[in-house]
């Protein structure tokens, strides 16, 4: 059981880089998340998807990108990092048929520093 | 907006030994889904425990139980019997039925556990 895979675990970038945190989950749901875990703020939503093609904002989108051309990936952009995304990294799914109190279940997380 | 409080930064506890930790939370919502989430060192984010606002039976999962207080906008979570692979942070998180996309989360309370 797979459940939900983030690639890669540690990443170590320099101001203006880009990269592409991964984010894969086999169990076919519909909604997918990205949140950021900071010291003393607990975990804030990124972006979130609610299905293939469809996207939307979360509390704190500004510097990312992300898109979902199929229902089990879900990548997270950063065009051109900054030191204050410099975080740890959870990417999340949920089956809708679970209804409002359905688990949300999260990745290992992806630690990532922007020097 | 909705907020969720965790004013108990640390925590300790005996093995064996009975703690509660604290949540409180801010909504004008009547209806709303709360969890509590630990996030063991390896990282991965782990459900605990969920409630229904409208339920006024307590949550209960072997050894966690939920003290859920409507009126006064609390949620506490109480582990008894402590083990050491309870150690963890444990976070709190509100879902409302109007963005059912959205984890709020608290800033997370670290529970040490002595032998």
């Known amino acids: 059981n797979a459940g939900v895979t983030q690639t890669p675990k540690f990443q170590v970038l320099k101001t203006g880089q880009s990269m592409t945190l991964q984010c894969a989950q086999d169990m076919n749901h519909e909604y997918m998340s990205w949140y950021r875990q900071d010291p003393g703020m607990g975990l804030r939503l990124i972006h979130y998807s609610v299905g293939a093609g469809i996207t939307d904002q979360g509390e704190v989108p500004n510097g990312y990108n992300v898109s979902r051309s199929t229902t089990e990936d879900f990548p997270l952009r950063l065009l051109s990092a900054a030191p204050s995304q410099t975080s740890v990294y959870f990417c999340a799914s949920r089956g809708l048929a679970g209804g409002n109190t359905g688990e949300l279940f999260f990745g290992e997380g992806s630690r990532l520093t922007v020097l | 907006a909705q907020t969720v409080t965790q004013s108990q930064p640390e925590m300790s506890v005996q093995e064996a030994e009975t703690v509660t930790l604290s949540c409180t939370y801010d909504?004008?919502?009547?209806?709303?889904?709360l969890f509590w989430y630990k996030q063991p060192p390896s990282r991965q984010m782990i459900l605990v425990i969920r409630?229904?606002?409208?339920?006024?039976q307590n949550a209960t999962e072997n050894r966690f139980s939920v003290n859920f207080q409507k009126a006064a906008k609390s949620f506490s979570l109480k582990i008894s019997d402590s083990q050491l692979g309870d150690a963890a942070m444990y976070f709190c998180a509100y879902r409302s039925p109007y963005n059912t996309d959205k984890l709020i989360f608290g800033t997370g309370t670290r529970l040490q556990v002595f032998p």
């Open positions: 909504t004008s919502e009547s209806d709303y889904y």
């Open positions: 409630q229904e606002a409208y339920k006024q």
